[in-house]
């Protein structure tokens, strides 16, 4: 079984995902382009018995997008996006970049495409250097 941890950037907000993520979803529609201030969002969704918060619960701010099953949910502290749960309760989605490491993810999905601005798309043609440019 998979077992991984993530956190906001100041380390206040942590977690742990105990299950396989179910998918990836990289959403490019309106709202999580200006959740992210970036392209996509990237986030995986996984059962809610698989995940459990390990600290800070207290310093989570959530914003709950009017109509929409979306919420800018983020560290009080350092304003990193965290998890938050659906609607349901059933599901936690999980921001991919808060893991501290690589997570097993059945399937991944690009939705709202066609909102995907121009200059992020061709990312595997941009030259990539392993830091910043010499
Ligand atoms: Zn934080
Ligand atoms: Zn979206």
Redesign the pocket.
């Known amino acids: 079984m998979q077992k991984i941890k993530g ?7 942590s977690f742990e995902v105990v299950k396989a993520f179910d998918k990836l979803f990289f959403c490019s529609c309106d709202q999580c382009r200006r959740i992210t201030g970036s392209a996509f969002a990237s986030n995986l969704f996984v059962g809610a018995d698989g995940f459990n918060w390990l600290g ?1 619960v207290e ?1 989570i701010v959530s914003y709950q997008v009017p109509g929409r099953g979306i919420s800018k949910t ?7 996006g ?1 998890p938050w749960s659906s609607d349901d309760g059933s599901k936690v989605i999980v921001p991919a970049g808060s893991l501290h490491g690589e997570p097993d993810v059945a399937e991944r999905i690009r939705i709202f495409a066609a909102e995907q601005p121009s200059w992020s798309s061709g990312l595997e043609q941009i030259n990539p250097h392993p830091g910043f440019p010499s």
């Open positions: 956190s906001c950037l100041c380390s206040a907000v800070g310093d983020f560290c009080r502290i350092c304003g990193s965290v």
